[in-house]
Antibody, heavy 121, light 107 residues
């Protein structure tokens, strides 16, 4: 069965750092672009960014709101995706989802369950 | 960035009713429009991609239409398990953007 499982969320002070992980199983992780999407409490969905696959040189794209503070990486040998978050702000408080970009559908066909990040003093 | 305007933001309907949600893009996105369902405390789930194609396993009471800038999502006969928030999302250009969501409730 295809799964994505995020981990690493928690409480962090403004200006702090946190690293999220997303473990993939049940599919060929290395074939896929992988994205991060977040959802602030009671709010809608916000795209955070994308890391492409090896064939596309692992090129990354970031939302303007996180560019320069967040970094995506992946380890295809470990079927894992990572989100390094630095200089965190209170407005980064959200549930963070990793999502698989379907190779056929130009959509997120698989989502993780999400991990909560709270930025507060 | 492409802005996605979704309406209404919430609606209340009876079981068996036909429910329609609209989504308007700020520029032409051809048919690169997806619809997701999100139940409380859960991750979103893909229902429709490329504006009108039903994802595998999704009930046929869900449908989508439109192209260019104007899109429609329909539930032909609302069921109790359809209580959720629905989001449109454009996949034409980065940054990907979502509509604000439509919360569907049972009257």
């Amino acid at each position: 069965e295809v799964h994505l499982v995020e981990s690493g969320g928690g409480l962090v002070q403004p200006g702090g750092s946190l690293r999220l992980s997303c473990a993939a199983s049940g599919f060929t992780f290395s074939d896929h672009f992988m994205d991060w999407v977040r959802q602030a409490p009671g709010k809608g969905l916000e795209w955070v960014g994308r890391i492409r696959n090896k064939a596309n040189k692992y090129i990354t794209d970031y939302a303007a709101s996180v560019n320069g503070r967040f970094t995506f990486s992946r380890d295809d040998s470990e079927n894992s995706l990572y989100l390094q978050m630095n200089s965190l702000k209170t407005e980064d408080t959200a549930v963070y989802y990793c999502g698989r970009v379907s190779t056929l559908r130009n959509a997120f066909d698989i989502w993780g369950q999400g991990t909560m990040v709270t930025v507060s003093s | 960035d492409i802005q996605m305007t979704q309406s209404p933001s919430s609606l209340s309907a009876s079981v068996g009713d036909r429910v329609t949600i609209t989504c308007q893009a700020s520029q032409d996105i051809t048919n690169y429009l997806n619809w997701y369902q999100q139940k409380p405390g859960k991750a979103p789930k893909l229902l429709i991609y490329d504006a009108s194609i039903l994802e595998t396993g999704v009930p046929s009471r869900f449908s989508g239409s439109g192209s260019g800038t104007d899109f429609t999502f329909t539930i032909s006969s609302l069921q109790p398990e359809d209580i959720a928030t629905y989001y449109c999302q454009q996949s034409d250009n980065l940054p990907l953007t979502f509509g604000g969501g439509t919360k569907v409730e049972i009257k």
